[in-house]
């Protein structure tokens, strides 16, 4: 939880966007007035921030083929290295408030959870995980 707030606020992605790069977008084939597809791909110039263009690593783009059977190819963008560090400086500042609520709203929602929850951690921990002999291995 404490990551997606994080990825959230400074990239504006949720945290496997953040990692991997993918994300969900729209192409444009054939130019105005064209065939667009909204799917899961790698669009580097989107408004959010991802480890691979902050690293410069380039991806290319598979091959579509709209519904007339017309084939077209995207290039990958070159990403130049360290893409999107203003984006992030510009983000924590602009979210810092924001993060620092729902980071706390995150560590409060786990304590009261875990306090609301304790009798039903104690039987699982007591009646299900210990008689099967995998308390040495979960705790819940």
Not at 7 to 27: D, S, Y
Not at 34 to 51: Q, R
Request: net charge positive; proline share 4%.
């Amino acid at each position: 939880m404490q990551t997606a707030v994080l990825t959230q606020g400074l990239g504006n992605c949720n945290p496997l966007t953040f990692l991997t790069g993918f994300e969900m977008g729209q192409t444009m084939y054939g130019g105005k007035g064209g065939t667009s597809l909204t799917s899961l791909g790698y669009f580097p110039m989107a408004n959010s921030v991802t480890i691979p263009e902050l690293l410069g690593l380039d991806k290319s783009a598979g091959t579509y083929t709209n519904p007339a059977g017309i084939s077209s190819s995207s290039q990958g963008a070159v990403v130049p290295f360290g893409q999107g560090v203003q984006t992030l400086k510009d983000n924590a500042r602009n979210n810092a408030v924001q993060m620092m609520v729902q980071s706390i709203g995150v560590r409060a929602g786990f304590a009261i959870g875990k306090r609301i929850f304790s009798k039903q951690r104690s039987f699982i921990n007591n009646k299900v995980l210990k008689p099967l002999n995998l308390k040495s291995m979960v705790v819940v």
